[in-house]
């Protein structure tokens, strides 16, 4: 049992306090910092009605390495659970190491003035945490996070050679908005118009952005179209998995999205360089984010489902082999337990068990670490009794035959 | 021989300012006037260039009534051509009674505040003008306009009874951006996203926006998908022609165009109402008219043609009759003419021969008057030589036989 400190109040900060809430075997106190108190006030209001714990709460400018400092040698946590913006991972980890405690966060960070995001910058970090005797684990969320131990499952209990992997990510969720973003429409709009990239024979391959679209019947969800993007957990998986042939990533994204996006992108109005109007400037995509729905006000709204797993073709005693892991989660299931939709849900879910790995020593090694570095199992278990119980299952689905 | 002052120097000031100047034997001098003189100033050197002529400029608010009476006493021109916004039509004509001299349009008086556009507010001034001995001359562009004396020539020369009027607007031009307005965008998008209205046995018949739609293959331009909209032209006509059992009103609009629009209403980019954008308000189309190309600099890179004209099914002898009257106009001939493109002339020219008309007396009468109260003959005569030339021919086209 042990003291946490979650750093960040957005809807995967409110579903991380009320899954660890849920578990006082694992986490004996646990405290929320954000920038703004008020939401981790409400938070902490939410989780008691709930669950009737406690939770204490912080304000904190993640920014800021003394402020972040001082906070956490108030506070002496074990560990800190880091689901503030990607922008902040560094100055988090920078805090640790003064003060001595471990780290998780679930997304790689990404300097605020480039559309990069890679794990080179937190990677750098790991003969500082090892000499430290302290441990970070990166990417603790659904994908990069659970998508990466399905990986390494398979590689442990299926196969003898992994040759095709390819990840799948459908939100077949509806708002009933012509047009909403599930998070910082910034942040996901940026994505969604980068170029794609996929890992093939040791290299990667760059892509237009929606270049390569296929077909495909989600469980429990319906045919989706879905398209290849790079996505962060293959960064560390096409270093981690032996002898991968390919890996991709595909998202699903109906016609009606992309058709704003197309004419956001047409008119400039998803621009991050200013524009004058009248006698100052403004930042397109900033307008835009302020005429958007708030992403946290989707949650009540939001039904349908998300189906998120993992196809592997490959060999096992010499005989070809294609399997499947995923898992589908229902928007409004989430909302009802944690007030928060599946994106932030899936999301939260694996951020708690990756600190409940830690916490408990299943996983606990000084240094820097991805997820696919660890044993699975323990992870795998945990997903079935906390929230995210998932099917593994032969198939006969060849993603290369999909329709287009 | 007359002096004129024309106020207003946007596109279609340009051309006016140009056909003027080309016929000097009916404008004698040619003043400018607008709320910039610098634009006026600018029109005056490319006239000079092309034809020769002079033209004096000055600046004026049409907001403001005793400016536009001290520039008019000033200037003495036996006429203002008014092509500014539809908003100053009324203190445009306020300062001309007041001064004592003729007035021409091209768009009714709209208020600023309300998207209603109807003649009732200028009709009004009738009694006023006929008693002060002045012509006012209401709507001399092209739809309105040119469309009313086709309808009006049509009238007087082929049909008994004229009982379907159909008008088409076509502008099949292309200016290469993916999105952009012909004419001030606040005011183009509140046209098309308005309901449609037509005329039938007596009243009108509302539709949603959009809601009737027919395929036509316009000549010189193509296959296009026109829409029944709402135009002002219908207004005066429903009155003034005598017999008709139904009028309608359709402009083509491409898809690219509509999926463009439709994204805008889905998001609210093209509401009137602010939304709070950090500390200020903000008026979302007036963010989008930045976003967007300038109209004045579609001239140059605008290719195609426009395609308008009046297609009247009735009786003449006892006998059914289709009749078609249209014109079709160069976006880069109306460009090498006078440095605007096709919408502002065809809009331009129909404004300097209803000067023409008033001037040399053919259509000379104390009141307020609309296009197809006079005798078109005249008129058609000058469009031919101006820049306008029409067809008029029996036709077997059927409106409402066309596919959906």
């Keep these: 049992m042990k003291r946490v400190l979650i750093i960040g109040a957005g809807g995967v900060g409110r579903v991380v306090a009320h899954k660890c809430a849920q578990n006082e075997d694992v986490f004996s106190d646990i405290w929320l910092a954000s920038r703004t108190k008020s939401k981790c006030d409400q938070i902490a209001l939410e989780v008691r009605e709930k669950t009737g714990r406690k939770i204490e709460t912080a304000a904190v400018d993640a920014d800021n390495v003394p402020e972040l400092v001082e906070l956490i040698k108030q506070v002496k946590p074990f560990m800190i659970i880091n689901v503030a913006l990607p922008y902040q991972d560094l100055t988090i980890m920078d805090a640790c190491l003064e003060t001595g405690v471990h780290y998780l966060d679930t997304a790689n960070y990404e300097p605020l003035d480039e559309a990069k995001f890679e794990y080179s910058w937190q990677w750098a970090y790991r003969e500082r945490f090892e000499k430290a005797g302290l441990m970070a684990l990166l990417g603790s969320g659904f994908d990069p996070g659970v998508t990466n131990v399905f990986s390494a499952y398979m590689q442990k209990h299926h196969f003898d050679s992994m040759d095709y992997v390819d990840i799948l990510d459908c939100n077949g969720g509806d708002h009933g908005y012509a047009f909403a973003t599930n998070f910082n429409p910034e942040i996901n709009i940026r994505e969604v118009t980068s170029n794609g990239r996929y890992f093939e024979n040791g290299e990667w391959v760059e892509t237009a952005p929606m270049q390569f679209k296929k077909q495909f019947d989600f469980e429990q969800v319906g045919p989706k179209n879905m398209y290849l993007l790079y996505h962060e957990e293959m960064e560390s998986l096409s270093v981690n998995l032996k002898g991968v042939k390919r890996m991709r990533f595909w998202m699903t994204f109906g016609d009606a999205y992309l058709k704003h996006l197309e004419v956001f992108r047409n008119i400039g109005l998803d621009s991050i360089e200013p524009i004058m109007f009248g006698d100052r400037e403004i930042v397109p995509i900033q307008f835009l984010k302020a005429l958007l729905p708030d992403p946290a006000s989707l949650g009540p ?90 099917t593994d299952i032969e198939t006969d689905i060849d993603v290369d035959a999909l329709p287009e």
């Design 301 to 390: 709204r939001t039904v349908g489902k998300t189906n998120i797993g993992v196809i592997v073709k490959g060999f096992k005693d010499g005989k070809p082999l294609s399997r499947y892991i995923y898992n589908i989660c229902d928007h409004q299931e989430c909302y009802k337990e944690t007030n928060a939709q599946g994106v932030s849900y899936t999301t939260g879910v694996p951020a708690m068990i990756g600190a409940m790995m830690m916490i408990q020593g299943h996983w606990m090694k000084a240094g820097v670490y991805n997820m696919e570095e660890f044993d699975p199992d323990p992870f795998m278990a945990a997903l079935n009794t906390h929230g995210l119980p998932w």
